[in-house]
């Protein structure tokens, strides 16, 4: 599966992983996971993405909820 991503390029998510999710992530979650899996910060991705401090908490608080991951480095083993 190809991941399209708004944030600057492109990546492939593993597809048996992403299968695993429950419920699958949103364009703009699966923007805030991908730069979760480049390590960037909450202040980091709001500016990235232009969006609220506090907006930008709830999605990466969505994204490891979908994905069940505690960590945000764990968010890596989804990514190809």
Do not use: H, Q, W
């Not at 190809?2 to 998510?13: A, I, N, P, Q």
């Not at 364009?27 to 991705?45: G, W």
């Amino acid at each position: 599966l190809e991941l399209y991503s708004k944030v600057e390029g492109k990546g492939k998510l593993n597809e048996y992983m992403l299968k695993a999710i429950p419920d699958p992530l949103t364009d703009r979650e699966l923007d805030v996971a991908r730069l979760m899996a480049e390590f960037r910060s909450d202040r980091e991705i709001c500016d990235i993405l232009y969006i609220s401090m506090p907006y930008t908490k709830k999605l990466v608080a969505t994204v490891k909820e979908k994905m069940m991951i505690e960590k945000r480095g764990d968010i890596r083993r989804y990514l190809v």
